[in-house]
């Protein structure tokens, strides 16, 4: 396996050596978890994929990270550490293209996901910079507005797609947020799939089944090994 040189912790599974042209997965995690939270998925991800799971550069506690801080206000309206995010998506942009590049794997190989505050990660990182990658995998995340003004131009998003899915009784991010997405992606030239299921802000069978089928159909439809 290559050793790769990165700007953050993670842990890594390499793609089925019978692979002739992998792809890459970039997993992030949520706010208060570490790189060890997604990681469990990965023997579960289709076998071109060569998996990597990021640790949050921001320390909230022992083994607890985020991507960028946040606060929660009397309306419930939520205050994001603005610095941090930009560092953070700005990093990430860098180690997903620098990973990809030691692997070989070029930009239309690459996805990035993640859950809740790292699926936030995942779809900023698509809509900012979509050159440096194919697609993006959010799970209960949502759009920040801080984001919003930096999308790239539409016609940068052709042959780009987005899974977002969503608890439909999450109490933590609602599901309000998925539709925005949704919504915001039906305006530009992306192939948008997923859906809202039955839970709270989990990752319950049913919908990683259905991302997990997702993945394997980027890379059927590109003709992969």
Do not use: C
Request: charged share 15%.
């Amino acid at each position: 396996m290559t050793q790769l040189h990165l700007p953050f912790k993670f842990l890594e599974q390499a793609s089925n050596p019978s692979v002739r042209e992998p792809w890459l997965l970039v997993l992030m995690h949520g706010v208060g978890s570490n790189e060890q939270d997604l990681f469990g998925l990965a023997r579960l991800m289709p076998p071109q994929f060569h998996v990597l799971s990021l640790r949050a550069p921001y320390v909230l506690s022992p083994d607890a990270y985020a991507w960028f801080e946040f606060q929660v206000l009397a309306d419930g309206e939520r205050r994001i550490n603005e610095e941090q995010e930009r560092e953070s998506r700005f990093l990430v942009g860098e180690m997903v293209a620098s990973a990809a590049q030691q692997l070989g794997v070029p930009p239309e190989r690459v996805v990035v996901g993640g859950f809740s505050q790292g699926g936030i990660m995942a779809l900023s990182l698509l809509l900012t910079q979509p050159a440096k990658v194919r697609a993006a995998m959010v799970w209960h995340g949502r759009l920040l507005s801080q984001v919003a003004a930096h999308i790239a131009a539409p016609g940068a998003f052709e042959g780009k797609a987005l899974w977002v899915s969503h608890g439909s009784a999450d109490n933590v991010i609602p599901p309000s947020a998925a539709q925005a997405t949704r919504e915001l992606a039906r305006s530009l030239p992306l192939a948008l799939s997923g859906a809202d299921f039955p839970g709270g802000h989990e990752i319950r069978p049913a919908e990683l089944q259905g991302a997990l089928a997702w993945l394997q159909s980027l890379g059927s439809a590109a003709g992969a090994s």
